[in-house]
């Protein structure tokens, strides 16, 4: 196995790791075998908390666990693989036995749960003072667009309200009095309000200033990737050429421009240049790109330049990306409107709150939005801390990469008060490829970011698991074809992009047509559906005992 090292590396009970495991790699008996290994060197089996998304994942994981207790009195299995989670698990019972655990008998011991589980438990063990009465969540996606769209249009009747009125009319007068726009814009910004409603009463969120802090900081450090980049493709002799230009922007440029603000116009320079509105790298040049007819010789010089980039697709979505960076300076105009937006999106809040009031119901944002506040509480952070610290030496979760921005301030502010070397553990695991929460708002960013520089004062080492136990040699490799071509080929924190990581197979099994496209155009479903029903008669005539599985766009 590719990988073994690295899963023998997870294991490792005194250090945080962030792992990604891509689909069929076997994250699931991994996170067991973490599980189990800390099972036999805790104080108590609550010192664990195991996280992940569904019900259903908690049930697996849980039942992994406790099947892989149960296994002991059976004979050794004689999959490697198989093998580490059996020794484990005899390890776990002889310490349950000695402890007295009796954890076949009392399995709640095992903390397993949903993320929106603790951030529930941490909300009901410290309720605020109008709350009492834990509230139902609303699970499915039109009931969180219902309560978004009942919060924006209480707020618009707000419109005549001597104290309120004039903010709202002021921003619809800005959409040009487009209401459905109104609800648009606002019912998204109120589906994603984790991210930022509490910069916004902090002042950081919608003031020109902040924003403009963050677009520098965007901007310098994809001009400092760019640049690296860049050298080992542009040499002086391009400059020199370059100079030449017709265009006075253009010529301005005679050297590789740094990453200062300053060189962001040089780079737009280069990119007008090299590059057609497309992105594409330009196939000729022309009066319009800055090189007329009695430039000849040198735009001839300067095409087999370009020729030469043809390949270079990293550095030409860098280069194009240059047109896409946020804006630096804010007119008078867009700065009272920011001040408008910030108003209006207080009285959205304020609606939504009391929406949810009314029906004592709330949405996963509001439990995350509620648990971060009970955190923060000063007058309960020294018991929460105090009852999660004697409790939480070790965290696990499984899929990281659906975390959304409130989730993550969870975990934050759980652990904030780890030190590296402490005997506490972070373990994440995670395919930041195959994020499927968009609609909780999950962002795959985070997952980069850990990566990168850590969360709270821990920085987990990163793992990468590259074998694939579920699909055949021949599916594998199909999809490591076509997805290193479909995925962005670096990985960029501020836009969540992330590079496609390969996977080998553990089988050597073959298959002819292993993947076939059938194209159809939008007007060709009675088509499609027949050609379906084909395949899967075909399918359960060779294969009558199977199970056929047809994904649709949605419901």
Not at 194 to 216: H, P, T, V
Not at 352 to 366: A, P, S, V
Not at 457 to 472: A, D, E, Q, V, Y
Not at 499 to 511: E, L
């Amino acid at each position: 196995m590719s990988d073994q090292a690295q899963r023998d590396q997870a294991l490792d009970i005194t250090q945080s790791y962030i792992v990604q495991a891509p689909a069929g790699s076997g994250k699931t008996e991994l996170l067991a075998q973490r599980y189990l290994k800390l099972l036999t060197n805790c104080s108590e089996p609550e010192n664990i908390v195991a996280m992940t998304f569904t019900n259903k994942a908690v049930d697996e994981l849980t039942e992994r666990v406790l099947s892989a207790l149960k296994s002991i009195n059976q004979p050794r299995p004689k999959e490697p693989h198989k093998q580490i989670t059996y020794d484990l698990a005899q390890t776990v019972m002889v310490r349950s036995n000695k402890k007295n655990w009796q954890l076949l008998n009392n399995p709640k011991r095992l903390k397993i749960s949903t993320i929106d589980g603790l951030s529930s438990l941490i909300s009901s063990r410290y309720p605020s003072k109008t709350q009492l009465v834990p509230r139902q969540i609303m699970a499915a996606q039109w009931q969180h667009n219902h309560a978004y769209k009942q919060a924006t249009m209480q707020t618009l009747l707000l419109i005549d309200d001597p104290q309120h009125g004039k903010v709202i009319a002021c921003l619809l007068l800005y959409l040009d009095n487009n209401v459905e726009k109104f609800y648009r814009l606002v019912t998204h910004m109120l589906s994603r309000r984790d991210q930022w409603l509490m910069r916004l009463y902090r002042g950081e969120a919608l003031d020109a200033d902040a924003l403009k802090n963050s677009a520098e900081k965007i901007v310098i450090q994809h001009l400092s990737h760019l640049e690296r980049v860049a050298g080992s493709y542009l040499d002086q002799s391009f400059f020199d050429l370059m100079t030449l230009s017709a265009d006075d922007e253009q010529a301005k440029v005679d050297k590789l421009p740094g990453h200062q603000l300053a060189d962001l116009t040089k780079w737009q320079a280069i990119e007008s240049l090299c590059l057609s509105k497309k992105g594409l790298w330009r196939k000729k040049l022309d009066k319009n790109c800055g090189f007329p007819v009695e430039l000849k010789v040198q735009k001839n010089a300067l095409m087999e330049h370009l020729q030469t980039l043809s390949e270079q697709d990293l550095f030409r979505e860098l280069l194009h990306q240059v047109t896409q960076l946020p804006a630096l300076d804010f007119s008078k105009i867009q700065v009272d409107t920011l001040s408008v937006i910030a108003q209006v999106l207080k009285l959205c809040v304020a609606q939504l709150g009391l929406y949810f009031k009314q029906k004592q119901t709330h949405d996963f944002i509001e439990v995350a939005l509620n648990a971060n506040q009970a955190l923060d509480d000063r007058s309960s952070i020294s018991d929460i801390a105090l009852f999660l610290d004697y409790q939480l030496q070790h965290l696990l979760i499984d899929e990281f990469q659906d975390t959304s921005t409130s989730q993550f301030n969870t975990i934050e502010k759980l652990i904030k008060h780890w030190q590296p070397n402490d005997n506490r553990t972070l373990f994440l695991v995670g395919d930041p490829m195959q994020s499927i929460y968009r609609f909780r708002e999950s962002q795959v960013g985070l997952f980069l970011q850990v990566k990168k520089i850590g969360i709270a004062n821990i920085k987990p080492t990163s793992l990468l698991l590259s074998t694939n136990f579920r699909s055949s040699k021949s599916i594998v490799e199909g999809n490591n074809q076509f997805f290193k071509e479909i995925f962005p080929t670096h990985e960029d924190i501020y836009q969540g992009a992330i590079s496609y990581s390969s996977s080998q197979a553990a089988s050597n099994k073959t298959q002819n047509q292993a993947i076939n496209f059938h194209l159809f155009s939008n007007d060709q479903s009675t088509q499609e559906a027949q050609i379906v029903l084909g395949i899967v008669q075909s399918a359960l005539a060779e294969h009558p005992t199977s199970k056929i599985a047809i994904l649709v766009r949605s419901r």
